[in-house]
């Protein structure tokens, strides 16, 4: 097959027209005369995005993305392996049709000893995950605080990666200095979490490779504006569905354009830069490389007109020329129905309380620490919509039914609750609501779904995840419409959150700071300890 087009050229960053010649490998790039109307870019590569909270399956997810040019991702199952442990890891490998995913090893899971999750990967099932399925790194370390204070089954799933040659992702949002120091000598060298750009320079200089990230939760481009774009990947990390139907890394390069960095530097960023550091052929247009090719009207808008994954074309015009098929699968649900009781916080006060509230912040996944006065009645401590202080709480799935109960600002919820069983990393339920009856209602809808997200007031919607209580077999179309009336009765009830459910579910992420809670109580992320919710 031939492709004539404008080459651009990611190692000599030069543009020039020619013919390539493919069949699934890339045969020969000769240049012709006439300049064309169109662009042949290698294939896109998002270098960090969990498919998991696309709350599509793999074969899904790779339908709505291979439009936008997507040709590859770098994923960490960290989510669904918190459930399933190895079968979960199995299963995403499976269910991986057409788009070129590769995935790494979890390192972390559960993410802290801090709260219960569904399986445990010890160094031991790292070292037969790495023999026995094409896993191509180490994922995220998480859990830094381990990595600085040498925690040994840390240490040792780090030795077998580096034992195995395979690269090692970071994750410490804020670390700085000696402890920074010390967790890159371990290997580590990518970072997606840095928000400052003197964070990031600082982690650059160190050897780290910039994941620059712009998904739904947590949006992080501008304030990373001039650091040394040859050492940074642009990535999503999470992505919900609505704003995949919108587009993938198309945007990201869009938005770099926005901002001012040249063309033919983002076009590296989600091509060279990635493939060199993971090792892969892909990432370039060159004799001998995969024919992963993306075609696109401009260099400013990257409007997508053709892909080809291996010489295979996959995409015209926004529309997939393949049809997936979806695998099933079923997660443990072991949790009995709750009473709004059980979402209690005691206090033999008979008057008011002084309470730590954990403060959301929008479009970040780092929250803030503060306070609230709440009234008691009957011995319980009420949350007060009023004050915008909502009752948050987590609720174990997975047979202890231990109950994490704590208070949150930010939703402004008047009368109504939001549960979900995407409550990262462990996938706990998660809620959130105006008063104890309500929140036990939205839990018990996500109980009875079997996995999902729920608003739950007068009346109730909900959006079932039967794959794992994470994702759905179904287009992501659908999935985004109902994702999206659910979300429309949050708003109804009051939320000023523009993704109210993305930013629950990272309120029991226990390794970003500030304050988080847990299965086990409220968690400050700073100390590396629980806390008590009444000061």
């Given at each position: 097959m031939k492709l004539k087009g404008n080459l651009v050229n990611v190692f000599t960053e030069d543009i020039y027209p020619v013919e390539i010649s493919f069949e699934s490998v890339i045969t020969s790039i000769r240049p012709v005369s006439q300049e064309q109307k169109s662009y042949l870019l290698p294939g896109f590569i998002d270098a960090h995005?969990?498919?998991?909270?696309?709350?599509?399956?793999?074969?899904?997810?790779?339908?709505?993305?291979?439009?936008?040019?997507?040709?590859?991702?770098?994923?960490?199952?960290?989510?669904?392996?918190?459930?399933?442990?190895?079968?979960?890891?199995?299963?995403?490998?499976?269910?991986?049709?057409?788009?070129?995913?590769?995935?790494?090893?979890?390192?972390?899971?559960?993410?802290?000893?801090?709260?219960?999750?569904?399986?445990?990967?010890?160094?031991?099932?790292?070292?037969?995950?790495?023999?026995?399925?094409?896993?191509?790194?180490?994922?995220?370390?998480?859990?830094?605080?381990?990595?600085?204070?040498?925690?040994?089954?840390?240490?040792?799933?780090?030795?077998?990666?580096?034992?195995?040659?395979?690269?090692?992702?970071?994750?410490?949002?804020?670390?700085?200095?000696?402890?920074?120091?010390?967790?890159?000598?371990?290997?580590?060298?990518?970072?997606?979490?840095?928000?400052?750009?003197?964070?990031?320079?600082?982690?650059?200089?160190?050897?780290?490779?910039?994941?620059?990230?712009?998904?739904?939760?947590?949006?992080?481009?501008?304030?990373?504006?001039?650091?040394?774009?040859?050492?940074?990947?642009?990535?999503?990390?999470?992505?919900?569905?609505?704003?995949?139907?919108?587009?993938?890394?198309?945007?990201?390069?869009?938005?770099?354009?926005?901002?001012?960095?040249?063309?033919?530097?983002?076009?590296?960023?989600?091509?060279?830069?990635?493939?060199?550091?993971?090792r892969l052929s892909a990432g370039a247009l060159a004799p001998g490389r995969p024919a992963d090719i993306t075609i696109v009207e401009s260099l400013k808008g990257f409007e997508v007109q053709d892909v080809y994954i291996d010489g295979v074309h996959v995409a015209h015009e926004g529309v997939p020329l393949f049809s997936p098929e979806p695998i099933s699968l079923n997660a443990p649900f072991r949790v009995k129905k709750k009473s709004p009781s059980d979402f209690a916080i005691t206090s033999s006060?008979?008057?008011?309380?002084?309470?730590?509230?954990?403060?959301?912040?929008?479009?970040?996944?780092?929250?803030?620490?503060?306070?609230?006065?709440?009234?008691?009645?009957?011995?319980?401590?009420?949350?007060d919509p009023e004050q915008d202080v909502l009752k948050l709480s987590v609720v174990e799935r997975y047979g202890t039914e231990t109950v994490g109960t704590g208070f949150v600002r930010g939703f402004g919820i008047y009368r109504g609750a939001l549960a979900s069983s995407v409550s990262h990393d462990s996938h706990n339920i998660i809620a959130v609501g105006s008063c104890d009856a309500l929140v036990a209602k939205a839990v018990n809808t996500v109980i009875d779904m079997k996995g999902g997200i729920a608003t739950c007031g007068e009346e109730t919607t909900a959006l079932e995840l039967p794959v794992a209580g994470l994702m759905s077999t179904q287009h992501i179309d659908t999935v985004a419409e109902t994702h999206h009336q659910v979300q429309q009765k949050a708003w109804d009830m009051g939320c000023t959150l523009e993704d109210p459910f993305m930013q629950l579910s990272f309120l029991a992420l226990l390794v970003i700071p500030e304050l988080k809670l847990s299965n086990k109580g409220l968690f400050d992320s700073q100390a590396f300890q629980f806390v008590d919710v009444i000061i």
């Open positions: 995005i969990h498919v998991e909270s696309s709350m599509v399956c793999p074969s899904r997810f790779a339908e709505a993305v291979i439009p936008h040019g997507t040709t590859c991702t770098i994923s960490d199952p960290h989510e669904i392996a918190n459930i399933l442990g190895i079968e979960g890891i199995v299963y995403m490998i499976k269910d991986s049709q057409v788009l070129k995913i590769f995935y790494t090893a979890p390192s972390c899971v559960p993410a802290t000893p801090f709260e219960t999750s569904g399986a445990l990967l010890s160094a031991e099932t790292i070292e037969h995950l790495f023999q026995t399925y094409p896993l191509i790194g180490l994922g995220e370390v998480m859990n830094f605080p381990g990595v600085v204070a040498g925690d040994p089954d840390l240490l040792e799933k780090i030795s077998v990666a580096r034992r195995y040659e395979k690269p090692i992702d970071g994750h410490a949002p804020g670390l700085t200095g000696i402890p920074l120091q010390k967790y890159c000598s371990m290997g580590i060298l990518t970072d997606h979490e840095c928000t400052r750009r003197e964070e990031a320079q600082e982690k650059q200089e160190l050897g780290m490779q910039i994941m620059i990230r712009e998904g739904t939760a947590s949006k992080n481009f501008k304030e990373l504006l001039g650091v040394k774009y040859d050492r940074c990947f642009l990535v999503s990390d999470d992505l919900h569905p609505e704003d995949i139907r919108k587009g993938h890394v198309d945007i990201l390069l869009q938005k770099a354009i926005s901002h001012g960095i040249d063309p033919v530097t983002a076009v590296k960023m989600v091509t060279l830069n990635p493939a060199h550091h993971y006060s008979s008057d008011q309380v002084a309470v730590r509230v954990i403060q959301v912040i929008e479009g970040s996944l780092y929250t803030g620490s503060e306070t609230a006065t709440l009234t008691c009645e009957h011995g319980s401590v009420q949350p």
